[in-house]
């Protein structure tokens, strides 16, 4: 098979297909970044020139990763909280925290309403962030391809508080729903918000729904599903939207495909065998190395042994991405990251001849087929042109 740059072998991945190999793509977030460049969180999250010298030192070396997580502008996880009039707080070398703004039900819940990302809490502060390294990045000849925000219900948990959100399922459903419909709205327009930021270069979305968790199946139907469906049918044309759910997700994982997701990145405590089989033929896989553990504390043999396990199980067929399940920790040693890279290299090769051979990939173009195969063609993380 001829080999292919870096995003023609994501793409290809993406929509279902089988690259020249498998693409390695751990979850590097601020976290790591602080860590490894020794750098405190006030710096990071106001500099915006440590986070571009550290992305762009980082994503050359690892060329697959300019695809996912990408080059992203960090602001930490409160940014859709605070547009609903939650208080921030910042604790020393963590990312922000979000206070709830209902206490109680039905008095608070006028407090709440959906945030504006050009004039409410910090969406503002990380749109100008995202324009900035957008610009910065083109200088560079890369772009911004990727995007992130939290999903309806992990924000409903900052914005009510994870065990009264939970206990409201049973006394006040009806409130649930209340702050379900606001947050979602507050969630389509900051998605679209940050495409717009990037200057319209995002290929995927990634929605985080790790609350789902803690929720039954009827419950996640209930309160979840329809909520997560009007959120990614609500995405910019063309983008792919994913989820991401670094815990047990086995009672709802064969419902994503219903909301419009075409990409999930999974957690280790789901068999690559068990996703595969549940919806290897409707979402790209990627994952599923624990963050912890053998990544951040294995020796480089012992990582790349547990990457080819992964690779074994969920590789064939195509549609796979190795990646750790969540952010991975700060302090991993970069030769373990590296080690992820051979694994895909020694265990992630596809023996058919014609390059990206691929399903029918994406049911519908507006969930991103469209737009990947007019940019498939494009150079080794560059931007288009």
């Known amino acids: 098979m001829t080999e292919m740059n870096p995003r023609e072998r994501f793409l290809a991945a993406l929509n279902l297909g089988e690259p020249d190999r498998v693409p390695a793509c751990p979850w590097l977030t601020s976290d790591w970044f602080m860590g490894h460049y020794d750098l405190d969180s006030v710096t990071w999250y106001k500099?915006?020139?440590?986070?571009?010298?550290?992305?762009?030192?980082?994503?050359?070396?690892?060329?697959?990763?300019?695809?996912?997580?990408?080059?992203?502008?960090?602001?930490?996880?409160?940014?859709?909280a605070s547009a609903m009039g939650c208080e921030i707080v910042y604790p020393p070398n963590a990312t922000p925290q979000a206070r709830p703004v209902i206490q109680e039900i039905p008095r608070d819940l006028d407090k709440i309403k959906v945030g504006n990302p050009e004039t409410d809490g910090r969406m503002p502060e990380a749109l100008e962030l995202y324009r900035a390294l957008a610009k910065k990045l083109r200088e560079h000849g890369f772009e911004i391809t990727s995007g992130f925000l939290h999903g309806p219900m992990d924000v409903a948990s900052e914005v009510r508080g994870m065990t009264n959100l939970l206990l409201d399922f049973y006394r006040t459903p009806e409130a649930v729903h209340h702050i379900m419909d606001v947050v979602t709205e507050t969630c389509v327009a900051w998605a679209r918000a940050q495409y717009e930021a990037s200057g319209r270069t995002m290929l995927h979305i990634l929605?985080?729904?790790d609350v789902s968790s803690l929720i039954g199946r009827d419950h996640w139907r209930e309160f979840v599903e329809p909520y997560m469906m009007r959120l990614f049918h609500s995405m910019p044309e063309g983008v792919v939207?994913?989820?991401?759910?670094?815990?047990?997700?086995?009672?709802?994982?064969?419902?994503?495909?219903?909301?419009?997701?075409r990409l999930l990145q999974f957690g280790p405590d789901v068999d690559p065998t068990f996703a595969k089989e549940k919806v290897g033929d409707q979402m790209c896989l990627l994952g599923n190395l624990a963050p912890t553990g053998v990544l951040k504390d294995g020796t480089p043999q012992e990582v790349e042994d547990a990457c080819r396990q992964i690779i074994e199980k969920a590789a064939p067929g195509g549609g796979f991405i190795l990646g750790s399940s969540g952010s991975v920790a700060r302090f991993t040693p970069i030769e373990n990251l590296e080690a992820m890279v051979r694994a895909c290299e020694k265990y992630g090769t596809y023996s058919k001849t014609s390059p990206g051979t691929a399903r029918p990939a994406c049911r519908s173009a507006r969930h991103g087929c469209t737009r990947g195969a007019a940019q498939v063609a494009s150079g080794p993380g560059k931007a288009p042109g």
């Open 241 to 261: 939207g994913g989820i991401h759910n670094c815990t047990r997700s086995q009672q709802v994982i064969d419902l994503y495909p219903h909301v419009g997701a």
């Open 207 to 209: 929605v985080s729904d």
């Open 47 to 80: 500099s915006l020139d440590a986070q571009l010298e550290a992305q762009l030192e980082i994503y050359s070396k690892f060329p697959d990763m300019q695809f996912f997580p990408g080059f992203r502008a960090s602001y930490g996880s409160t940014v859709e």
